[in-house]
T-cell receptor, first 113, second 111 residues
Framework: NAGVTQTPKFQVLKTGQSMTLQCAQD?????MYWYRQDPGMGLRLIYY???????DKGEVPNGYNVSRLNKREFSLRLESAAPSQTSVYFC????????????FGQGTRLTVV | GENVEQHPSTLSVQEGDSAVIKCTYS??????FPWYKQELGKRPQLIID?????GEKKDQRIAVTLNKTAKHFSLHITETQPEDSAVYFC??????????FGGGTRVLVKP
């Protein structure tokens, strides 16, 4: 049982390049999330998808887009990367029922130079 | 939207002492308050949670308390051990499955 899988684990981009972070879960969860974690800071919500077919902005959505491809997959796209987007990105999923645990992927360490 | 504040940002304790981390939230409709532990280089993992109809919950050396009137909740770790050294995050769930985290507390347990 893989849980939540993110790819890639590490990535270096040049300013202005684009890329997509992939996330897949095999727990049949309805809700999926993208967070970023900057050094010494907490987890800030970028976008989330409460259920398949819906997406909503979180605290820091600017510069990002998301796609809930199907129930399993939720991708995060950076159209034109900036150094301020250097961070560790975590994908998470939850069953979608009230008051349930969030399961996190292993994270993607992104550096924009 | 929901805003979660967490204090302190760093906490150093002697092994065997207790550690307390406090969080406040802004959305009175929030009804679920989990705590996550993140070891260095690892993903966050749930250690304990509490729902709004409960005032206190305990699991071995960790306990959480919730004061809905004051909109704050706390994590208590007793008899701290070196393996308790990590970053701890509180979170609150508001409407629509949105889970908002606090800024984290780095706990260092000194042997």
């Amino acid at each position: 049982n893989a849980g939540v899988t993110q790819t890639p684990k590490f990535q270096v981009l040049k300013t202005g390049q684009s890329m997509t972070l992939q996330c897949a879960q095999d727990m049949n969860h309805n809700s999926m999330y993208w967070y970023r974690q900057d050094p010494g800071m907490g987890l800030r919500l970028i976008y989330y998808s409460a259920s398949e077919g819906t997406t909503d902005k979180g605290e820091v959505p600017n510069g990002y887009n998301v796609s809930r491809l199907n129930k399993r997959e939720f991708s995060l796209r950076l159209e034109s990367a900036a150094p301020s987007q250097t961070s560790v990105y975590f994908c998470a999923s939850r069953s979608g029922q009230l008051n349930t645990e969030a399961f996190f992927g292993q994270g993607t360490r992104l550096t924009v130079v | 939207g929901e805003n979660v504040e967490q204090h302190p940002s760093t906490l150093s304790v002697q092994e065997g002492d207790s550690a307390v981390i406090k969080c406040t939230y802004s959305d009175s409709a929030s009804n679920y308050f989990p705590w996550y532990k993140q070891e260095l280089g690892k993903r966050p993992q749930l250690i304990i949670d509490i729902r709004s109809n409960v005032g206190e919950k305990k699991d071995q050396r960790i306990a959480v308390t919730l004061n809905k009137t004051a909109k704050h909740f706390s994590l208590h770790i007793t008899e701290t051990q070196p393996e308790d050294s990590a970053v701890y995050f509180c979170a609150a769930e508001a409407a629509g499955n949105k889970l908002t985290f606090g800024g984290g507390t780095r706990v260092l347990v000194k042997p």
